[in-house]
């Protein structure tokens, strides 16, 4: 029953309806609020009807549309109240509803979205499961239902915790056992934000191991509470397997290695082999006579070993056997039996007791491999899972296949070795022989070598006394020509002084009416001042009296001055070289020095410009002389018939210095000499 008229219409009821409200108050309220349901298209029960039969307020179920005059479709959330009097009896109903277009758009991307990361995960390589607070799976893909062992994510999600632990033993990397509230996701839902492990699981029912690397990370609500942890299991199963199997090979490669005696080579391989590649191993070898030698058995109990031992006494190896070792060393071809089944045990029985020991061990898998070594096969070696129920797989079997071929490699090196013991005997006797006649040589050349040595200490004190006789020769003619250029500048100087005061008192007393011998006189004093200055300037050369008078800086810059007058050449000193510091030979020597190299620029380098720099350092003192012409080669400095650079070399040798020499072919020629402050020995006076 509808209500018998319409009283009232909002403006947002008048735009959803597309009625104006004078319109619908002569209409039927099913022609102005028509309402489908989306998803059936059926017409829905208007929410008016609902209140006046219910008496209560009512809301409209999901996916209602209201059907506006136009036609359009807009989708609403509505709901309606009753309007009762002070007795409780109905008088209205009053209808509100809302345009929740936005929100429905909102809804169908999220679901556009919770689909297409549906999708995504279900296809990720990586398992993915989210665990809520409880510990309960409330998502889980395929690929994390595969890692443990379930027949699909549905399965793994109906599992109760307990059931899903309870399937596998876990380790950590050293082997050690895992604790279960260690675990990534439990320590996220613990309140830690993020948490990682590398995990070893092994399914107890099969004996199966696998790797993880498991990464858990937090979901909060809005309380800041975890509400689940997202948990990322990548599969490492395969790495894991290489990086174990490299190892082993390493340590076997080393344990092989480790002792020349091929048993012992063997037994410590048997050894590293078990538990982490079989419960059992045992290695047989093919002995000097053709027959088979059992050489190595491991287990972890050392009961079980000797157990081994006794049942081979029982029960030796029939070497005509079809399958076994003997077939694998007849045929140098591996033997894989991932799974034993009882059939095979019963088959391989030799009696009954046999048959019950064989079930006792609890053989589950078993490989046969051969050790093979330039292209023959040497031995066997036997890997078995037992009590573990772990089986082999392919993988397993060309890693084993591998181990063998190393361990051939090692038992025929190790033969080879006492082959060649043998051969090392019968060559040292050999050696013994040709050692005694080495002897003989080597105390000859011994006696060849202590007198090239003699020769060579001769050589250097010929050379340390050639070196004195050269310091003694410089220092006896820096002396000579002290002492001649003091003889020269004091008698011959004054003599001619007086020669010319002499001439000068003549010329006054001599009448001026005699021009011829007045010209005559001039002309000899002329002579006489000429000779006065040739006189100073062989002194000067001989011994610059500046040098022992002011110092080596104004004999350079003196030098400088003489030699841009006689060449023409710019030059240029720079100095702060306090006097004191130097010994009169180290300024001789750089006076010299500095001589001979303006006779080099002036003969060959064909400059336009000469800098001369003195420095003085803490402990040293430099003379550089750069020009600017056609720079000095290589060549140039090793000529051996350069005496002018054999001279300076051996001045400063001799003044335990240092000298560079650097030319740029074009850009000018740098002299550096350094000569340290410390006072150095008078080689001239050695000896």
């Known amino acids: 029953m509808l209500p018998k008229s319409l009283m009232l219409m909002n403006p947002v009821a008048q735009s959803l309806t597309g009625w104006k409200q004078a319109e619908a108050l002569g209409h039927p309220l099913t022609d102005v609020f028509q309402i489908i349901n989306a998803k059936t298209r059926d017409t829905v029960e208007n929410p008016v009807v609902r209140v006046i039969r219910e008496g209560t307020i009512v809301g409209l179920a999901n996916h209602t549309r209201l059907i506006a005059r136009d036609g359009r479709e807009i989708p609403i959330d509505d709901s309606g109240a009753p309007i009762k009097d002070d007795a409780g009896n109905l008088l209205g109903v009053v209808l509100i509803f809302r345009d929740i277009t936005a929100r429905a758009q909102a809804e169908e991307a999220l679901r556009l979205a919770h689909d297409q990361l549906t999708v995504i995960l279900q296809g990720a390589a990586d398992g993915i499961t989210a665990m809520d607070r409880t510990g309960r799976l409330r998502y889980a893909n395929d690929a994390a239902a595969r890692m443990i062992d379930f027949p699909s994510a549905e399965a793994l999600l109906e599992a109760p915790p307990s059931e899903i632990m309870q399937k596998f033993e876990i380790y950590d990397e050293a082997g050690q056992t895992f604790p279960p509230d260690r675990l990534p996701g439990r320590l996220v839902l613990q309140g830690a934000p993020q948490a990682s492990a590398t995990i070893r699981y092994r399914n107890i029912a099969t004996g199966e191991e696998h790797w993880s690397a498991d990464k858990s990370t937090a979901v909060f609500d809005a309380d800041g509470q975890v509400e689940l942890a997202v948990n990322i299991l990548h599969d490492i199963t395969g790495l894991k397997h290489t990086e174990l199997s490299q190892r082993l090979l390493a340590e076997a490669g080393r344990l092989l290695s480790a002792s020349l005696d091929a048993s012992t080579r063997l037994a410590n391989v048997a050894r590293l082999a078990v538990p982490v590649l079989a419960d059992w191993c045992a290695v047989d070898v093919i002995d000097k006579d053709e027959t088979i030698q059992r050489v190595a058995v491991a287990h972890v109990d050392p009961a079980k070993v000797a157990f081994a031992h006794e049942l081979q006494r029982r029960y030796p190896v029939d070497i005509d056997a079809p399958t076994g070792v003997p077939h694998v060393l007849r045929t140098g071809e591996s033997e894989f039996y991932p799974v034993i089944t009882d059939s095979m045990l019963v088959a391989g029985a030799r009696d009954a007791e046999s048959l019950r020991i064989l079930r006792e061990l609890k053989l589950r898998s078993v490989m046969i491999v051969p050790l093979v070594a330039r292209g023959r096969t040497l031995g ?249 012409g056609r720079g000095i080669t290589e060549s140039d400095i090793a000529r051996s018939r350069s005496f002018g650079l054999l001279g300076i070399r051996e001045r400063v040798h001799l003044l335990n210095g240092e000298l560079s020499i650097h030319g740029v072919p074009g850009q000018g020629t740098t002299i550096i000499v350094r000569l340290s402050l410390e006072p150095t020995p008078d080689i001239s006076q050695s000896g």
Request: proline residues 1%; negative net charge; contains cysteine.
């Open 380 to 628: 066997a070696l036997t890997l078995v899972w037992a009590e573990s129920g772990r089986h082999y797989s392919q993988a397993d079997l060309a890693f084993a296949e591998e181990l063998g071929r190393r361990a051939g490699l090692a038992v025929d090196n190790a033969r080879l070795y006492d082959q060649t013991q043998q051969l090392n005997a019968e060559l040292e006797q050999r050696i013994n022989e040709r050692t005694a006649q080495l002897r003989a040589s080597n105390a000859q050349l011994k006696n060849e070598v202590a007198e090239r040595q003699q020769a060579q200490r001769r050589l250097e004190e010929s050379q340390t006394q050639l070196r004195q006789l050269s310091a003694h020769l410089q220092a006896a003619r820096e002396e000579e020509r002290t002492r001649i250029a003091r003889e020269i500048h004091d008698e011959l100087g004054q003599a001619l002084t007086a020669l010319k005061m002499d001439l000068s008192g003549l010329q006054r007393s001599l009448d001026r009416q005699t021009p011829v011998i007045q010209e005559k006189l001039m002309s000899m004093s002329q002579v006489i001042d000429t000779t006065v200055q040739s006189v100073r300037r062989i002194a000067t050369e001989l011994r610059p009296g500046m040098l022992d008078d002011l110092g080596l800086a104004a004999a350079i810059e003196w030098q400088l001055s003489e030699f841009q007058s006689r060449t023409g050449i710019e030059c240029k000193l720079t100095s702060n070289l306090e006097e004191s510091a130097l010994g009169a030979e180290a300024r001789t020597a750089l006076f010299r020095i500095f001589q001979e190299t303006l006779t080099n620029v002036a003969r060959h380098a064909n400059a336009t410009s000469v800098l001369a720099k003195l420095e003085e350092g803490p402990d040293y003192v430099t003379l550089q002389v750069q020009d600017n």
